[in-house]
């Protein structure tokens, strides 16, 4: 194994809290030589795979046990040979994920792990689990920091160390007027309405003077910052497979569902069935929380009409899977994040004719193979842009979106801006980054990648055309889908 190679395989485990000893470090070489079929420029994600692979282990530890290692390639070698034996069913590997059943993981400092919690969980919440919810927000994203290169040491000597940063904490800023640190924490405001930065261990005020403009990405209140100068076989078997996501599909719309049966037309005339179309509410444009009887009668006559439309075609109904996610006008038990399903008793005619049906979470996920792709509909960007801390955006750009991701979580904001069920507030993050991320939302459409996750908006259903977003999970990437009116007349303005 060449240097630079052995430097890369340190770097990905050390990514994953561990370390390689020499007999750990001459079994990949080992396994790198056996797999002799790896290009070079994919060595690197092989050893991320293995990486990733050895951290699932219930007896995996921080100092990669050789037998642990060896015991998770020999089951990788198994799963290859079963799936080159047989043909891949992608029935079998598709699941929807609900955000209540998502079990509960927090980062423990003394470990230097994830550890499983073992606490009951609860709507109501406790104040412990409040404060605890942020905390781990702050842990997640403080331990990714640590293992990035400019911060953590490498294993084998080199001249790197002479140019590692260092975070410190607030309770070491006292004393030391006019140094540099570079400090990592929760921006919030104090009872004296002065912007802060705040950690575990307490808080400085910011000082925004000497900013002549806003700068790329979002800050907004709850938002975590590091602030300086402070005191495979499926691509190749499934390439035709698609899914299908919508948003803002508002059933009392005359439009909506002339425009949903062009969609099923198209597909059921060029044999281009989806595996599984997403809808994203919100399914009314109108929200009936406080309407009269007759508004909530003809909500659920919208949702049979949808159920009468889907059965009209026999081979999406029978091969499709249709995965409903409420949006902020729906009818649900609860209206905090994450947000239970639709009620039931608007969708039994759905349930009775749709045998594929999926009254998901908000947000929910569906995993596919490896992949795991996140939905989460909310008014994200206008929340967003109302609220940025350091300054007036006109909208957003790409490294707007890169700095949202990188909060790990789909909600980074106060509890005043966005309540969340800190019981549940694990529901919420992105960690560990996941494939695709849908953040279905009214703002315009867009579509970014950025470190190996794609982010995309599906945009308004019904807007000046009919339009969707196509997912390939083959290519890991989306592209827009849209049918034109025929009658200019409903256009909605």
């Not at 560990?432 to 259903?461: E, M, Q, R, W």
Request: proline share 5%.
């Amino acid at each position: 194994m060449s240097d630079e190679v052995q430097r890369m395989v340190i770097k990905i485990f050390r990514k994953y809290s561990n370390s390689l000893g020499p007999d750990a470090l001459e079994l990949v070489e080992q396994i790198l030589r056996r797999e002799n079929k790896i290009d070079e420029g994919d060595i690197s994600e092989a050893v991320e795979y293995l990486a990733r692979e050895y951290n699932k282990q219930d007896d995996a530890v921080m100092k990669v046990s050789v037998a642990v290692l060896r015991r998770v390639y020999d089951s990788l070698n198994e799963e290859r040979t079963e799936i080159e034996q047989e043909t891949i069913d992608p029935e079998s590997h598709l699941y929807v994920i609900d955000a209540f059943e998502m079990p509960r993981w927090h980062w423990s400092n003394e470990r230097g792990t994830f550890e499983k919690s073992t606490q009951p969980q609860s709507f109501a919440g406790s104040a412990d689990s409040r404060i605890f919810a942020f905390r781990d927000r702050l842990d997640i994203i403080r331990q990714s920091v640590l293992r990035n290169e400019h911060f953590a040491p490498s294993t084998v000597p080199s001249r790197d160390r002479e140019q590692l940063v260092t975070l410190r904490s607030t309770k070491q800023l006292l004393g030391r007027a006019g140094e540099r640190f570079l400090l990592l924490g929760m921006l919030a405001y104090n009872q004296q309405g002065q912007l802060t930065l705040e950690d575990s261990d307490g808080r400085v005020e910011l000082d925004f003077s000497r900013m002549d403009s806003p700068g790329e990405g979002f800050f907004t209140e709850g938002s975590i910052a590091l602030t300086p100068e402070m005191v495979d076989k499926v691509q190749e078997d499934l390439d035709d497979l698609q899914f299908f996501f919508l948003s803002d599909v508002w059933l009392d719309h005359p439009q909506t569902l002339s425009g949903l049966e062009k969609m099923f037309e198209n597909c059921v005339e060029n044999d281009f069935i989806p595996k599984v179309i997403v809808l994203c509410g919100s399914f009314t444009s109108q929200s009936i929380s406080h309407g009269n009887q007759q508004d909530v009668i003809r909500y659920q006559e919208n949702f049979d009409a949808l159920a009468d439309l889907i059965s009209r075609y026999p081979q999406i109904t029978r091969q499709t899977h249709f995965v409903f996610i409420p949006g902020p006008l729906d009818v649900t038990v609860n209206s905090i994040l994450p947000r239970k399903p639709i009620l039931s008793s608007f969708i039994s005619r759905l349930r009775a004719k749709v045998p594929k049906v999926h009254f998901a979470t908000n947000p929910c996920r569906i995993k596919f193979f490896h992949q795991e792709i996140v939905i989460f509909r909310d008014d994200l960007m206008s929340r967003l842009l109302r609220n940025d801390v350091v300054g007036v955006k006109a909208g957003a750009t790409s490294e707007d979106l890169k700095r949202y991701a990188n909060q790990a979580h789909l909600s980074p904001f106060t509890l005043d801006i966005q309540p969340t069920l800190s019981d549940f507030d694990h529901a919420m993050r992105l960690y560990p980054t996941p494939t695709v991320l849908v953040l279905a939302d009214k703002y315009d459409k867009y579509k970014i990648t950025y470190t190996g996750c794609h982010v995309f908006n599906p945009g308004s259903f019904v807007g000046r055309s009919f339009t969707w977003s196509m997912y390939k999970p083959a290519a890991a990437n989306s592209e827009e889908c849209v049918i034109e009116f025929e009658d200019e007349e409903n256009v909605p303005r």
